[in-house]
């Protein structure tokens, strides 16, 4: 005869996956880490997007504080995020560099610039996410930090807005001013 207790055991496991997923859903995702913080930016160099002379590298975030900002015509929140950093270049912030991320044809970036304004120095054209598999871009938008020697200081994911850039990038910024 079985004991009582091997009724339970579905019970027991079924608490633990309970705790286990509670502990999963109080997370962030926009908080994750990345493992390319604090790494110098990878290597890499993406064609200019149509209307552009030139195109983005890695060669061209040397000796500046920089913002790198992934993006597509097709992503919302990157539409609800542009405004923002039109008004960066306005006040000539910080240079703000660009890749245009999967779009769906070679127009569809430039028309949406073109429409909305251009906040970026430069943009690359990244079809086939070589770019953003550099930054280890998992959606759009997604914002990198990078400081005077290149090295990768910070990703925000989602829409920069004004309350995350005083509140974390602007300081982010200021310090390495100072450094």
Known sequence: MRSRWTYFIPLILLGFLAVYFAAGLGRNPKTLGSVII????????LAPIEGSA???SNLDLENQISL????????VSCRIE??????LKERNIVPIYGIDWREPDRKSGPRWLKRYGNPYTIIGDDPKSKGAISFGVTGAPETFI???KGVIRFKHMGP??????NDTLKPILE???KE
Request: charged residues 25%.
């Open 175 to 177: 310090k390495l001013r």
């Open 160 to 165: 920069i807005t004004k309350l995350n850039w």
């Open 68 to 75: 790198v900002n992934i993006f597509g015509s097709w992503c």
């Open 82 to 87: 542009h405004p923002f950093l039109m008004d």
């Open 38 to 45: 604090n790494q110098k930016v990878p290597e890499f160099s």
């Open 54 to 56: 030139k195109g983005f």
């Open 146 to 148: 990078v400081d005077k």
